[in-house]
């Protein structure tokens, strides 16, 4: 390669040390030049496609970059979203939808009841959240609340708990993108989080904002936002969803 009529190195500058372990050098000359996030990423992803099997493929990536800049965002508070007073849970609006004669293996959402009973979920959209939107919409909002008292002063419980719910009904969004009423499976491949506030009321609502930002191979990815109701972004998660529709039998 050449930029401005001098040779540019490689970027894939790796020494192998062992069969585990790979050192990356920086592909830049200048006397002031500093290591690239997204060099150390991709000599990463280098290093480990070359510690495995031939034919096994990366479907995601983690890092810290533990120094160098930083960056900010301001994200607004849905305050065009019902409160939660007025709304009615999932638990309450499945079992309504079953006593109208509704199929339960049809209705969307996680059964929270089974799986996390310290949870009161309700939905912004009760029809969006059971039925889906044909793909259409690909966003939902939740109001979120631990039922079980948690001392104010207990931060490590009041940290835990919210890392707790973080994991709800993100697999349910992601299905949003697909006009299908039953699926063989939906589960969660991963998930990261990020806490951006340390003090907040773990035991009031909390106000879930999620989102299908893709979806391909079977795979969507979701990302979520967690605000208090005073409008405070307490936490933002990213997760990737396996999700399987039922095929249609063959006569």
């Not at 697909?178 to 063989?184: A, E, G, R, T, W």
Request: proline share 4%; aromatic share 10%.
């Amino acid at each position: 390669m050449e930029e401005e009529g001098k040779m540019v190195r490689e970027w894939r500058r790796l020494k192998k040390i062992d069969d585990l372990t790979y050192i990356g050098e920086c592909d830049s000359e200048h006397p002031a030049a500093r290591v690239f996030g997204g060099h150390v990423l991709a000599q990463a992803m280098s290093a480990a496609y070359y510690t495995a099997p031939e034919g096994f493929y990366v479907h995601a990536v983690h890092c810290y970059f533990i120094r160098g800049d930083t960056f900010s965002l301001t994200p607004e508070f849905p305050a065009h979203v019902p409160g939660p007073d007025g709304l009615i849970s999932n638990i309450s609006g499945r079992h309504q939808k079953v006593a109208e004669g509704f199929d339960a293996r049809e209705l969307r959402g996680q059964v929270t009841e089974r799986m996390a009973p310290s949870l009161e979920i309700r939905p912004a959209d009760l029809n969006m959240f059971l039925h889906g939107t044909g793909g259409v919409n690909q966003k939902q909002y939740l109001w979120i609340r631990y039922k079980i008292p948690v001392d104010k002063s207990d931060y490590m419980l009041r940290h835990a708990t919210i890392v707790y719910l973080s994991d709800l009904e993100l697999v349910t969004t992601g299905a949003l993108c697909f006009n299908d009423k039953m699926f063989k499976l939906q589960t969660s491949m991963d998930h990261s989080a990020w806490i951006h506030q340390y003090e907040f009321d773990i035991n009031d609502w909390i106000l879930y904002e999620q989102e299908c930002v893709a979806n391909s191979n079977h795979r969507s990815l979701i990302h979520g936002r967690l605000w208090s109701r005073d409008g405070k972004l307490i936490m933002s998660t990213s997760q990737e969803a396996l999700i399987y529709k039922v095929q249609p039998s063959k006569i």
